[in-house]
């Protein structure tokens, strides 16, 4: 009871101060100049990077346009972040109806959040760092090669206060200790890395759009939609319309590029609804036709995963009803530690392309998960069955395949740039990803059989879910471990690639990130990685955002 009058109060108090504090900036202007050298669509993981880089040249003039305004206070919290779901800073996109998964999930939609406002996705995110692999970068296009991002690897981890999960973490300790007697090849087992300073969130908002937001070069319009690119007769991307807050609809000009920043979702959707992608889509919906660009929207990929409970016997992992005591809630209010101030992947391991993270808490709150992912009740409860008790000790293996083969698409479904486009992730479509997939799972089997694991008494639950049940309820089945993946996997928020970017014709934009077939118009976010980072791809966003701002400033060599 105290703990939540205390919690309450504490939260009021810095909600206020922090309101205070953040809305005071320089920058943030709400009547825009008529013209900017740079105009960037979007304030989030690689918008604020771009707008600091750019803007720290003092002779030009930069705009940072975004949808969203001010997170709260909550999203600073690390082990909060599942919160802001749903709620007015995130898009709440959902996925059509998919014909190959999330049969458990009501309609065979999945949800797919996205952050609103500034910081954007790096606001609502879970903060895990990582760079994939080095082959990861193999098929990129001049300029991307793992070699070319090392510098700027080395930036991001330098800047992004790159944290690992807490020193003597029974859990993470365990895992590690898995790699001697799992005598396995190819196996990285490491501890959860994630980007937190004083056991805040530390994003690219905090990182880079904070040192930069009280610039007099540096213009930022928060609560304005923009609804489309402006080109002028010779394809030159002269500006932007954007429908401020109060529904008034304005344009304003860029006198040297355009710079979209939207994100995987909204990038692609802002290039349809201003007439690049497939001349026949676009006719559909009878929009002109400036640049036929037929993979605008496709190659969307994402990691979906499969999450493992394990349930224990030791007194070792996070539950809902330690998170809930003074001492923990104090402890991260007077002294910024304890679980609060982690986002709670303790450890990530990775073998070939099986993918493994590993959340230290297994007694989710049914009511956040459950509605936030869309999962309907029954296999809900069969896959989480300590959905009801807080006291319960386990933990979640995370699974994934690294490198899924299969391949989505977000088209548009009306030319509103206020409704949602169509979202069709696609998963587990190649049959390929449900193999790969089978391999993770029993990856992160074995490791749960070493000694350490076997001591704190764990064991790996086997759902007994109806769809499921003409089959032997033991994950080393590959019909059944299909059976498990088509019903209950879920996104793991990774979703990149809708505007592949490569040296090929048919790719979006080219080696500098430049629009194809129109000037003056780069794209610079998630939706230009042309294939799947062997990890979480925020860090590797930021190191595009970062390489592109000196592309742009020609501060690279090539
Ligand atoms: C819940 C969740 C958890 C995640 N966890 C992790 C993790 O632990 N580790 C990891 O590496 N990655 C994680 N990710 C993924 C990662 O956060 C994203 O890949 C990354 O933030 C994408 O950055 P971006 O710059 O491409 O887009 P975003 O950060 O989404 O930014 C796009 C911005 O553009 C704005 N915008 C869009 N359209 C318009 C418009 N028309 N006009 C004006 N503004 C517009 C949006 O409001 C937003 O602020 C997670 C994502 C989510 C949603
Ligand atoms: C800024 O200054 C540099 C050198 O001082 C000059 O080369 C450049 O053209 C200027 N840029 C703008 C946008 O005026
Ligand atoms: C799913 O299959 C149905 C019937 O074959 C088809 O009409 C629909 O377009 C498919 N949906 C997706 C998202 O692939
Ligand atoms: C390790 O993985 C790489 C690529 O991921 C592969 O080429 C190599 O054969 C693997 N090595 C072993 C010993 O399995
Ligand atoms: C990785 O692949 C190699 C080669 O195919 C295989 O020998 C090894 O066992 C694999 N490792 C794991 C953990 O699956
Ligand atoms: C919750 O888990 C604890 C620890 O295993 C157990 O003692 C208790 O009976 C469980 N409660 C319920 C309601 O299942």
């Not at 989030?44 to 001010?70: D, F, K, M």
Request: net charge neutral; charged share 20%.
């Amino acid at each position: 009871m105290w703990n939540y009058v205390l919690a309450s109060i504490l939260v009021l108090v810095v909600s206020l101060l922090y309101h205070c504090y953040f809305n005071s900036p320089a920058s943030i202007i709400v009547h825009p100049n008529a013209h900017y050298d740079y105009v960037i669509v979007g304030a989030g993981t690689a918008g604020c990077v771009v707008a600091s880089r750019l803007s720290e040249i003092s002779n030009v003039t930069v705009l940072l346009v975004e949808a969203g305004g001010h997170f709260g206070w909550v999203s600073s919290v690390p082990i909060l972040a599942p919160f802001m779901q749903r709620t007015d800073v995130d898009w709440s996109y959902s996925t059509e109806p998919q014909n190959f998964s999330s049969k458990g999930f009501w309609n065979h939609i999945q949800n797919i959040p996205r952050g609103k406002g500034l910081g954007g996705s790096g606001q609502i995110n879970h903060l895990v760092h990582s760079f994939g692999k080095p082959e990861d970068y193999k098929a990129w296009p001049k300029g991307w090669s793992h070699a070319d991002l090392l510098p700027y690897f080395k930036k991001v981890s330098d800047i992004m206060n790159v944290m690992s999960s807490p020193e003597e973490e029974y859990l993470a300790e365990a895992f590690l200790m898995a790699e001697e007697s799992l005598k396995l090849n190819n196996v990285t087992l490491q501890k959860g890395m994630y980007t937190a300073k004083r056991g805040s969130r530390w994003s690219t908002f905090n990182a880079h759009l904070q040192n930069a937001w009280n610039r007099r070069n540096l213009h930022i319009l928060t609560n304005t939609l923009v609804s489309k690119i402006l080109f002028k007769e010779n394809l030159n991307a002269d500006g932007i319309e954007v429908i401020y807050k109060d529904g008034s609809v304005g344009k304003i000009a860029a006198t040297k590029e355009v710079i979209l920043c939207a994100g995987v979702i909204n990038t692609p959707q802002l290039l349809l609804l201003s007439g690049i992608g497939s001349a026949e889509e676009l006719d559909k919906f009878q929009i002109p036709v400036v640049s036929n660009l037929p993979e605008v929207g496709k190659n969307l990929f994402d990691h979906l995963l499969l999450p493992l409970y394990v349930n224990l016997e030791a007194r070792v992992s996070v539950t809902l009803y330690k998170l809930q005591t003074v001492p923990e809630v104090l402890s991260y209010f007077v002294y910024g530690r304890g679980w609060y101030a982690t986002n709670g992947i303790m450890a990530v391991g990775r073998a070939n392309d099986s993918g493994v993270m590993l959340f230290g808490m297994g007694s989710t709150d049914e009511n956040i998960l459950k509605s936030l992912s869309n999962y309907k009740t029954e296999p809900y409860r069969a896959m989480y069955p300590s959905y009801n008790n807080g006291t319960q000790e386990g933990f979640l293996f995370l699974t994934h395949c690294l490198q899924p083969k299969s391949r989505g698409s977000v088209s548009l479904k009306s030319s509103d740039i206020r409704h949602q486009p169509k979202i069709d992730p696609a998963y587990l479509q190649d049959y390929d990803d449900v193999l790969c997939s089978h391999r993770a799972i029993n990856f992160a089997i074995q490791t749960a059989e070493t000694p350490k694991f076997r001591e704190y008494g764990a064991k790996v639950h086997h759902p007994d879910l109806e769809e499921c049940r003409h089959l032997p309820r033991d994950y080393r089945d590959l019909e059944y471990t299909e059976c498990v993946l088509r019903v209950a996997a879920l996104t793991s928020y990774h979703v990149c690639g809708t505007c592949r970017m490569g040296a090929d014709d048919r790719s979006v934009v080219d080696e500098k990130l430049r629009v194809r077939g129109v000037k003056r118009l780069r794209i610079i976010d998630s939706s230009v990685l042309p294939s799947p980072i062997s990890g979480n791809p925020n860090s590797v966003v930021i190191a595009i955002a970062e390489r592109a701002s000196d592309v742009i400033l020609h501060r690279t060599s090539d």
